[in-house]
């Protein structure tokens, strides 16, 4: 059957089952459904998946899509909005002319793809996939590639540079943002372009419609903001400028802030120090999931997954993504990987660290909650704080509308490997931040109990903040009423983390 034919077939069963919540994206209660006014990429948490590497279901070593969905459960406690399926692409000669399998037969079939769609869709999870953008594609057979995708329920398109193929020009690249943006918008349930080239996005210029004299933003909806990920080291001022630029980001699309990604060593061997690894990955989570934009997560990250091969003998373009580290390998599969388990696959791992409310996993989880649940958070402003201070970097999300009644958030890193006794109250003062108590309600901490294990809650002082080693402490300027009658300024919670 030719492209077209199939096109025109898809198009049809989408709009047969349009009724059908999973299929549609647009149903009763999703963020972005007409119903409310934010956009649902706007605040969204996506995490990046090489399927070959996230879970195997055939034995042959490989992971694939049916894979995924049968980690959809894990996917959810994460608190992700979308997942973003990479390197995943049409086969070249099914782009062309509709022949042979849509896509590499060892990612699954065409009937896996829809299972992983509707599944997601059950929680509430959109999948994005790779569509890459060369001049050796005419915008037409862009189109036609990005409707066959749409015509599936995808949510999202990410787009993609081919180093193997030719560059587009900006008049190029313009060209086919404007005619991908048209398409998107012909579907329901707002779907959406994501910005992942190597090349600046073309502005998104206002034309004006076929159809009537509104202007019609001609981009992306979304780019990458890869300065987390490129930090040559971390320390208080590296850190600093990365949160600084992305305070003073001022486009029309939301920014994808990221710290790793298939092309580079992981995060945890890039900026960790060994003794202090993974209290240091939590600083890092912090600034991802706790600072502007729609944070995107690379699998196993959560985890603090190592680089295989060591960092010294691997380069970018020699970094593969090893298996994803369930537990031990046969969590992955019952054949043999396709590549070798990371190199710390025994003690970073789901079975290890779910249940270990002080784990790099459950912070993602908490952080990533907070992320959703806290309105400032999620859509707020952002201004770094305590600049004059070395030891530690500190930020304050406020509500876009002064008038609201919402309450600024603040943030404070431990960037030392001692402990530190902290104070912001002048430092909030100098950028405007008016309270009436210098007590904060605490929203979350990696300081745990040593009993218990659970997140110290409760109220803390501005002026008093005791953070460990490489610790981070998330407070909400609270109004007085209600902290009156706490017996200790320090507190802690029953609640574990999920």
């Given at each position: 059957?030719?492209l077209?034919?199939?096109?025109?077939?898809?198009?049809?069963l989408?709009?047969?089952?349009?009724?059908?919540?999973?299929?549609?994206?647009?149903?009763?209660?999703?963020?972005?459904?007409?119903?409310?006014v934010?956009?649902?990429?706007?605040?969204?948490?996506?995490?990046?998946?090489?399927?070959?590497?996230?879970?195997?279901?055939?034995?042959?070593g490989?992971?694939?899509l049916?894979?995924?969905?049968?980690?959809?459960?894990?996917?959810?406690?994460?608190?992700?909005?979308?997942?973003?399926?990479?390197?995943?692409?049409?086969?070249?000669?099914?782009?062309?002319?509709?022949?042979?399998?849509?896509?590499?037969?060892k990612?699954?079939?065409?009937?896996?793809?829809?299972?992983?769609?509707?599944?997601?869709?059950?929680r509430?999870?959109?999948?994005?996939?790779?569509?890459?953008?060369t001049?050796?594609r005419?915008t037409?057979?862009?189109?036609?590639?990005a409707?066959?995708?749409?015509?599936?329920g995808?949510?999202?398109?990410?787009?993609?540079?081919?180093?193997?193929?030719?560059?587009?020009?900006?008049?190029?690249?313009?060209?086919?943002?404007?005619?991908?943006?048209?398409?998107?918008?012909?579907?329901v349930?707002?779907?959406?372009?994501?910005?992942?080239?190597?090349?600046?996005?073309?502005?998104?210029?206002?034309?004006?419609?076929?159809?009537?004299?509104?202007?019609?933003?001609?981009?992306?909806?979304?780019?990458?903001?890869?300065?987390?990920a490129?930090?040559?080291?971390?320390?208080?001022?590296?850190?600093?400028?990365?949160?600084?630029?992305?305070?003073?980001?001022?486009?029309?699309?939301?920014?994808?802030?990221?710290?790793?990604?298939?092309?580079?060593?992981?995060?945890?061997?890039?900026?960790?120090?060994?003794?202090?690894?993974?209290?240091?990955?939590?600083?890092?989570?912090?600034?991802?999931?706790?600072?502007?934009g729609?944070?995107?997560?690379?699998?196993?990250?959560?985890?603090?997954?190592?680089?295989?091969?060591?960092p010294?003998?691997?380069?970018?373009a020699?970094?593969?993504?090893?298996?994803?580290?369930?537990g031990?390998?046969?969590?992955?599969?019952?054949?043999?990987?396709?590549?070798?388990?990371?190199?710390?696959?025994?003690?970073?791992?789901?079975?290890?660290?779910?249940?270990?409310?002080?784990?790099?996993?459950?912070?993602?989880?908490?952080?990533?909650?907070?992320?959703?649940?806290?309105?400032?958070?999620?859509a707020?402003?952002?201004?770094?704080?305590a600049?004059?201070?070395?030891?530690?970097?500190?930020?304050?999300?406020?509500?876009r509308?002064?008038?609201?009644?919402?309450?600024?958030?603040?943030?404070?890193?431990?960037?030392?490997?001692?402990?530190?006794?902290?104070?912001?109250?002048?430092?909030?003062?100098?950028?405007?931040?008016?309270?009436?108590?210098?007590?904060?309600?605490?929203?979350?901490?990696?300081?745990?109990?040593?009993?218990?294990?659970?997140?110290?809650?409760?109220?803390?002082?501005?002026n008093?903040?005791?953070?460990?080693?490489?610790?981070?402490?998330?407070?909400?300027?609270?109004?007085?009423?209600?902290?009156?009658?706490?017996?200790?300024?320090?507190?802690?919670?029953?609640?574990?983390?999920?």
């Open positions: 059957m030719r077209l034919d199939r096109l025109c077939t898809l198009t049809f989408a709009l047969a089952v349009s009724a059908a919540p999973c299929q549609s994206l647009a149903h009763k209660g999703w963020v972005g459904n007409g119903i409310t934010e956009p649902w990429w706007a605040g969204a948490v996506l995490y990046q998946i090489d399927p070959f590497s996230f879970q195997d279901t055939k034995g042959d490989f992971g694939d049916e894979g995924i969905t049968q980690r959809l459960d894990y996917l959810h406690s994460l608190s992700i909005d979308a997942i973003v399926l990479s390197p995943f692409q049409l086969q070249p000669e099914f782009g062309r002319n509709g022949t042979g399998p849509a896509f590499d037969a990612y699954g079939t065409e009937e896996n793809l829809d299972h992983l769609i509707v599944e997601a869709g059950r509430k999870i959109r999948i994005f996939v790779d569509l890459p953008m001049a050796s005419s037409q057979e862009l189109v036609s590639v409707r066959f995708w749409l015509s599936r995808i949510a999202g398109l990410r787009l993609t540079s081919d180093p193997h193929a030719p560059a587009l020009s900006a008049a190029q690249a313009a060209d086919r943002l404007r005619e991908l943006r048209h398409l998107c918008e012909t579907y349930g707002q779907r959406v372009l994501f910005w992942d080239m190597h090349e600046p996005m073309p502005g998104a210029v206002a034309s004006r419609s076929r159809r009537t004299t509104a202007p019609v933003l001609t981009g992306a909806q979304m780019q990458i903001d890869s300065r987390l490129t930090m040559p080291g971390f320390n208080p001022s590296m850190l600093r400028s990365a949160l600084d630029a992305a305070s003073s980001s001022n486009t029309d699309s939301t920014s994808v802030p990221v710290t790793d990604g298939p092309d580079r060593p992981r995060s945890i061997d890039r900026y960790g120090d060994g003794p202090h690894s993974e209290e240091i990955a939590k600083v890092l989570a912090a600034a991802l999931l706790l600072s502007r729609a944070p995107l997560l690379y699998f196993g990250q959560e985890l603090g997954m190592a680089t295989t091969p060591a010294h003998n691997a380069s970018p020699s970094v593969d993504p090893s298996p994803m580290q369930w031990d390998e046969f969590a992955f599969t019952t054949g043999i990987p396709w590549m070798e388990m990371g190199r710390n696959s025994l003690t970073a791992n789901l079975a290890m660290e779910d249940l270990d409310a002080s784990s790099l996993l459950n912070w993602y989880r908490r952080l990533s909650a907070l992320h959703h649940e806290n309105a400032v958070l999620r707020g402003t952002l201004d770094v704080i600049q004059g201070n070395p030891d530690i970097v500190a930020w304050v999300r406020r509500p509308d002064s008038a609201s009644l919402m309450a600024p958030v603040v943030v404070v890193c431990n960037l030392t490997a001692h402990p530190l006794l902290v104070s912001v109250a002048a430092d909030l003062r100098r950028v405007g931040v008016q309270t009436t108590t210098p007590m904060m309600r605490t929203l979350s901490s990696s300081v745990l109990t040593t009993a218990a294990k659970d997140p110290v809650s409760g109220p803390v002082s501005m008093a903040i005791s953070l460990p080693p490489y610790g981070v402490y998330v407070g909400e300027l609270a109004h007085p009423a209600g902290l009156e009658s706490a017996s200790s300024p320090l507190t802690h919670s029953s609640h574990r983390a999920r």
